[in-house]
């Protein structure tokens, strides 16, 4: 079963926020994006319904991009003045599949220690999905 960025990115957000480790929009983009890759290797699924687009910085889902365009490059430290019914408070997540855990998991503790800037460097590796569609 595939999300809406919205749906994960909420998930990541509030992760951050709970563990006091902050995404900034340009990471959360990053780890969202890995999080759907890692999905897809492992169990031939995508993780998120909305489709990528190659920006300068790497991969961007507008709907994220249009949801944390008010922090800039600030880390995201609160939800509160979101209008999207997946970062309110109240947000009550509906399941996720087996599969998506483990994803979101793996990818959360793989890039943690890791900044934005490292982690476009690295959707910008030679080969890499972003660095085969992106078109100056």
């Known amino acids: 079963m595939a999300y809406s960025a919205s749906h994960i990115a909420a ?7 709970e563990e ?3 995404l900034s929009q340009m990471k959360l983009q ?3 994006f890995f999080a759907h890759g890692y999905h897809l290797a492992q169990y031939n699924e995508p993780l998120i319904v909305e489709n990528f687009q190659a920006w300068k910085f790497g991969s961007v889902l507008q709907s ?3 949801d944390f365009k008010l922090y800039g490059s600030n880390p995201i ?3 509160t003045s979101l209008s999207d019914p997946y970062y309110r408070s109240d947000f009550n997540p509906k399941k996720l ?10 990818t959360w503790e793989v890039t943690t220690g890791l ?6 460097n690295w959707t910008h ?10 078109n100056e």
């Open 97 to 106: 599949s087996a599969h998506a855990p483990d994803a979101i998991n793996y």
């Open 115 to 120: 900044t934005a800037a490292q982690l476009s």
């Open 77 to 79: 430290t609160d939800t």
């Open 125 to 134: 590796l030679k080969g890499s999905p972003w660095s085969e569609s992106y």
């Open 20 to 22: 006091r480790n902050y």
């Open 30 to 32: 990053k780890v969202v």
């Open 64 to 66: 994220i991009y249009h």
């Open 11 to 17: 998930i990541l957000v509030k992760r951050g926020i």
